[in-house]
């Protein structure tokens, strides 16, 4: 009766000995198993893509640095993105338009900044995301409205950028997408002066079937 | 009673035995090991194989020693520091310094990004002997950070994306890269630094 116990309890301590041991392996199989097809997403340390998962819609607030008259794109915008996924994906609040820019609170906010980093005078907008393991858990958008001019409807001349082509790219930012390198996509990393890019193709499409 | 315990034991022999056949399958034993005098040895007595050289970094990796500092101008600083490494084949001994004269490391921050990039910093650091310890040390500073348009709110939190080590000898124009794949598939965990950084 003892030796059954005695060798059970060797063997106990025999097998937890032998798995104390890893470090790598046992990171290693995680990271065999927890890695995903990036599908155009960000990814975490361990390869997971990274996406606010079933937090939908993600509420963004406008600030009122966003001029009127670009709002409404703001608006179709997010509806591009919500038809294509057949559910609300964003939802867009004009309710409080003296919304603070803070990239740590929990409200998601666009700004038009009329100050802008000088070494980044060719960036039209950037979209800062933070999440915590593969979820999102904020995303502010930033207009440079610095360096660039913007039309809604028709161009004054031949140097203004689409509002709405970039706002649906920024907002693909702000579901986890990363730029694309395969045309064509609204997630092509510039938007040229003569460019209309508003409706997602099917690599689009594809990418956000993959998470939403 | 007997009759129960005697086949879990057996199964719970089996298994153990199992698992330590995997174990040793799995992490197998290094080629590259350190005596007593913290002397590199490789059995196929060629550093610069790219094998050779693999296990010598991941060796490296696993045993450096980090130190965070803040130097007089508030610039954030790491150092690594090896002590007493030399790279043993044939007959010669190569010290650490004399191999990888300069490493390049690339922080990331892990948990943000930026239209979908992460803030990344970038570093050279110069190798240097000092008696028995090669001592690298790295200092950042805003001028290195590829992304930087943030606001007050950066990044806190920085983790190692590569090692490049740079080698002099033989390949010049050619960096090899270690991977982050590569750093947690030897580490098991991933290096995280809080760093803070201040907008200029």
């Given at each position: 009766m003892k030796f059954p116990l005695l060798f059970l309890a060797f063997a106990i301590i025999q097998i937890g000995c032998s798995r104390g041991v890893y470090l790598g392996p046992e990171s290693a199989e995680f990271l065999a198993t927890a890695s995903q097809e990036d599908c155009g997403y960000l990814q975490n340390e361990f390869g997971q893509r990274v996406s606010w998962k079933e937090n939908l819609p993600?509420?963004?607030?406008?600030?009122?640095?966003?001029?009127e008259e670009f709002r409404q794109d703001i608006v179709t915008a997010a509806e591009t993105w919500n038809l294509s996924a057949g559910k609300p994906v964003f939802k867009i609040n004009l309710s409080d338009l003296d919304v603070v820019l803070?990239?740590?609170?929990q409200k998601n906010t666009i700004h038009g900044l009329q100050?802008?980093?000088?070494?980044?005078?060719?960036?039209?907008?950037v979209t800062i995301v933070k999440y915590r393991g593969n979820l999102i858990t904020g995303a502010d958008i930033k207009i440079n409205l610095t360096d660039f001019v913007y039309y809604s409807k028709e161009p004054q001349n031949s140097k203004q950028i689409h509002f709405g082509s970039l706002l649906v790219h920024e907002l693909g930012h702000a579901i986890g997408l990363k730029h694309a390198t395969i045309k064509p996509t609204v997630m092509w990393a510039t938007l040229g002066f003569d460019v209309i890019r508003v409706s997602l193709s099917k690599t689009d499409q594809q990418s956000l079937g993959c998470e939403y | 009673m007997k009759k129960i315990f005697l086949p879990i034991s057996i199964f719970i022999l089996v298994a153990a035995v199992v698992l330590l056949y995997q174990h040793r399958t799995v992490r197998g034993p290094s080629s590259v090991i350190m005596d007593n005098d913290g002397v590199i040895q490789l059995p196929d007595s060629d550093v610069y194989s790219n094998e050779s050289k693999k296990q010598i970094k991941r060796f490296v990796l696993r045993t450096l020693d980090w130190n965070m500092k803040t130097s007089q101008n508030d610039a954030p600083q790491f150092s690594i520091r090896y002590e007493n490494i030399k790279i043993h084949a044939n007959n010669s001994i190569t010290d650490f310094c004399t191999l990888y004269p300069t490493i390049l490391l690339i922080l990331e921050a892990p948990n943000v990004s930026y239209s979908g990039e992460h803030p990344e910093i970038m570093a050279y650091g110069t190798c240097q002997n000092q008696n028995t310890i090669a001592k690298i040390d790295f200092v950042f500073d805003m001028s290195n950070i590829r992304l930087s348009n943030w606001d007050d709110e950066s990044p806190d939190k920085w983790r190692v994306k590569h090692f490049i080590f740079s080698e002099t000898t033989k390949t010049q124009s050619r960096n090899i890269n270690i991977t982050q794949y590569e750093i947690f598939s030897v580490l098991g965990y991933s290096i995280e630094f809080p760093l803070t950084l201040k907008k200029q």
């Open positions: 993600v509420e963004f607030w406008i600030s009122k640095s966003i001029p803070s990239t740590s609170d100050e802008w980093d000088e070494g980044k005078s060719t960036q039209q907008a | -």
